[in-house]
C-alpha cells in the first residue's frame, strides 16, 4: 500500500476548492478563465461566486473537502491525528493557517493578528476556508474536530482555529472559545430577566461572530414546547442584539420529541 503524500493530498484538496468555486462563479469572463491553481487565485474565484447560490456554495466546499478526505482515509487506511491537520493546512496554502499552531496535547491552536481579509471584513473569505477546512478534518480524522473560535472578519481581535480530539476520554473543552468580556455583563442581566420569566438561559461560548446558548424551563430539563419555544428564542434574539446588533446566536438546546411531557 501506497503511504499517504501530504503534498499530493494537498493539491487534491486545492483543486477540489478551485473546482467548487469555479461551478458557483458568475459566467466565466476572460480574466476567470485564467485563473490558475494557488490560494491567490482561489480567493478570486470565490470573490466571483452568485451571492444568490452562496449558501449552497459553502455547503458544497465542505462536503466536496469531506469526501476527498474520505476516500483518501479509505484508499490509504488512515486517519489523521490532531497534530497532522497544521501541516496540511501549511502545505495547502490556507491563508487561514499561516501562522505557527501551538500543541495544546489533545489540541492544537493557531492565533493570527494579521488577516489579510479583517480591515475590509470579508466574511465570505473566512467562512469558506473555515468549511472547507472543517470538512478535511470531519473526513480524515476519528473523533477530530475543527473549530474557529474567532476572526477578524467578523470584528474579533484576533483569529484564533482549533483542532482538538473530541472523543469521551479526552478532556478539552475546545469546542467553544470562552464569551468575550465585552459581552458579559449585558449577558448576566439577560439570564436574569429570562429567570425571572421561567426560563433558565445558559451561555455555552462564542465562536466568530455567534454566541451558543441552550434554553429550557426552569423547573424542568425538558426542551421547551414549539410555540412557546419559538417566541422565546425570539424574545432572547431581541435583548440581545438591542445592545449588540452584529452578534449572531445560535441555539445549542436539546430538541422537542414528540409526545414528550405527555401521557
Known amino acids: 500500500m501506497d ?3 501530504f503534498d499530493d ?6 483543486l477540489c476548492r478551485l473546482s467548487v ?18 490560494s491567490q487565485d482561489e480567493i478570486a474565484l470565490v470573490r466571483q461566486v452568485d451571492p444568490e447560490k452562496w449558501e449552497i456554495a459553502l455547503k458544497e466546499v465542505y462536503d466536496s473537502s469531506r469526501r476527498l478526505a474520505l476516500s483518501a482515509s479509505k484508499y490509504f ?10 501541516k496540511l493546512f501549511k502545505i495547502a496554502s490556507v491563508p487561514c493557517a499561516t501562522g505557527s499552531w501551538d500543541d495544546r496535547g489533545s489540541a492544537f491552536t493557531s492565533r493570527r493578528t494579521d488577516c489579510g481579509f479583517g480591515p475590509s471584513r ?28 474567532a476572526s477578524q ?22 469546542q467553544y472559545a470562552p464569551v468575550p468580556a465585552p459581552f458579559t455583563s449585558h449577558l448576566k442581566k439577560v439570564v436574569t430577566n ?34 412557546k419555544g419559538r417566541k422565546a428564542h425570539m424574545e432572547l434574539e431581541a435583548a440581545v442584539k438591542g445592545v449588540f446588533p452584529t452578534v449572531r446566536i445560535q441555539d445549542s438546546s436539546p430538541l422537542a420529541v414528540y409526545g414528550e411531557g405527555t401521557k
Open 3 to 5: 503511504e499517504i503524500s
Open 9 to 14: 493530498l494537498a493539491r487534491r484538496w486545492c
Open 21 to 38: 468555486a469555479r461551478f458557483f462563479s458568475r459566467p466565466k469572463s476572460d480574466q476567470s478563465e485564467s485563473i490558475g491553481e494557488n
Open 77 to 86: 487506511k488512515i486517519r489523521f491525528e490532531v497534530g497532522d491537520f497544521p
Open 122 to 149: 470579508e466574511v465570505a473569505i473566512c467562512d469558506w476556508f473555515r468549511e472547507a477546512m472543517d470538512g478535511i478534518v470531519m473526513g480524515l480524522g476519528e473523533s477530530e474536530r475543527f473549530v474557529r473560535h
Open 153 to 174: 472578519a467578523y470584528g474579533d481581535p484576533d483569529c484564533v482555529d482549533v483542532v482538538f480530539d473530541d472523543s469521551p476520554v479526552v478532556a478539552g473543552g475546545f
Open 194 to 227: 429570562f429567570g425571572e420569566q421561567g426560563f433558565k438561559v445558559d451561555w455555552l461560548g462564542y465562536r466568530s461572530g455567534v454566541l451558543f446558548y441552550t434554553l429550557i424551563p426552569e423547573k424542568s430539563d425538558r426542551p421547551l414546547c414549539q410555540s
